[in-house]
């Protein structure tokens, strides 16, 4: 569940990025101050934090597990039993 949470933001931030390349591009009008590429930009720096947070949530409440780079001892552990088993 929680992959498919961190999927969908990431796809979300992409179509943002999109957005805010479009208005970029786009030959100004009249009456366009450049808000557009504001609003998308602020978009997906939101989409960002909700992120991170997420991310930091689901690893505190166990819904996700770091991979073993991040704990070098027990990684070093896992691979001794493996040598250890051969």
Avoid: C, Y
């Avoid at 961190?6 to 009008?29: N, Q, T, W």
């Avoid at 609003?39 to 997420?54: E, P, S």
């Amino acid at each position: 569940m929680s992959t498919i949470v961190i999927i969908v933001l990431l796809l979300a931030m992409l179509v943002s990025l999109g957005v805010g390349l479009f208005h970029l591009l786009k030959s100004p009008d009249e009456n366009d101050k450049g808000d557009n590429l504001v609003k998308a930009l602020t978009w997906r720096i939101g989409i960002w934090v909700v992120l991170f947070v997420f991310i930091a949530l689901s690893v505190k409440m166990g819904w996700i597990k770091p991979s073993n780079s991040v704990h070098p001892q027990k990684f070093n552990q896992e691979q001794q039993e493996r040598i250890d088993q051969q």
